[in-house]
């Protein structure tokens, strides 16, 4: 990215920051398949997939989190 476009970015409003920054984002997702996988991400996704019970359900997620306000 050129610096005069990250410039030009940085001095829109809030809100059209806002959305150029949801629709970078759409774009990345829609190519989600694309995206490297490093070796340590790769072993962690294949360790939560071979023991997916050591996992936390979102009602025990949630409760611990709102317990901590």
């Given amino acids: 990215?050129?610096?005069?476009?990250?410039?030009?970015a940085l001095e829109l409003p809030l809100e059209e920051r806002?959305?150029?920054?949801?629709?970078?984002w759409d774009s990345i997702a829609s190519e989600y398949d694309q995206l490297p996988v490093t070796d340590e991400e790769r072993r962690e996704?294949?360790?939560?997939?071979?023991?997916?019970?050591?996992?936390?359900s979102w009602e025990e997620v949630k409760a611990r989190l709102l317990d901590k306000k």
């Fill in 18 to 24: 806002l959305r150029l920054v949801q629709d970078l």
């Fill in 45 to 56: 996704l294949e360790r939560r997939l071979a023991l997916p019970r050591e996992g936390r």
């Fill in 1 to 8: 990215m050129s610096k005069a476009l990250l410039e030009d």
